[in-house]
């Protein structure tokens, strides 16, 4: 499979510093910054600076330390927003829309990091909390 990555992306501009991004936290080969249209209170975006497309192209190309700092900023994020699930509640959803049929706007892997209220259910349709 080959993945053609857009150098030109929206992402790509933010790692290059050529567009301003409001940082989360950034580490050797991860990026994490506010989503700039927040779908709840907690929304940020974890990149790897490196050029994948999608999560697939990242996890079948990416080096064994690229991923594993991805997955560690995932989880520094989710305590430095507060949002990782305790005896009081919290919680939170990641997200990865992947190509067409995921509806991926942008075209550099990114996941969604979403929480601070109640979600309701992954998708359109299905049965809410009671
Ligand atoms: P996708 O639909 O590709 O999963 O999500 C792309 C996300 O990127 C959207 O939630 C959108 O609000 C966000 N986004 C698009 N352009 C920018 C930008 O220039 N800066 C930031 N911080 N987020 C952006």
């Not at 940082?23 to 910054?33: N, W």
């Not at 050029?51 to 192209?57: A, I, L, Q, T």
């Not at 995921?102 to 049965?127: A, C, E, S, Y």
Request: charged share 25%.
């Amino acid at each position: 499979m080959a993945y053609a990555y857009d150098p030109e992306n929206i992402f790509a501009r933010i790692l290059r510093g050529e567009i301003p991004c409001d940082k989360v936290l950034e580490s050797e080969h991860s990026l994490a910054f506010r989503d700039i249209a927040p779908q709840a209170p907690t929304h940020v975006l974890v990149i790897p600076k490196g050029p994948y497309v999608c999560f697939d192209h990242f996890a079948n190309e990416a080096s064994d330390a690229e991923i594993v700092d991805f997955t560690r900023t995932i989880g520094k994020v989710c305590a430095q927003e507060g949002v990782s699930p305790d005896a009081d509640g919290g919680g939170y959803r990641m997200i990865s829309n992947c190509g067409r049929d995921g509806v991926q706007d942008v075209p550099h892997l990114h996941v969604h990091v979403i929480g601070g209220k109640v979600l309701g259910r992954m998708l359109p349709g299905t049965k809410d909390h009671d």
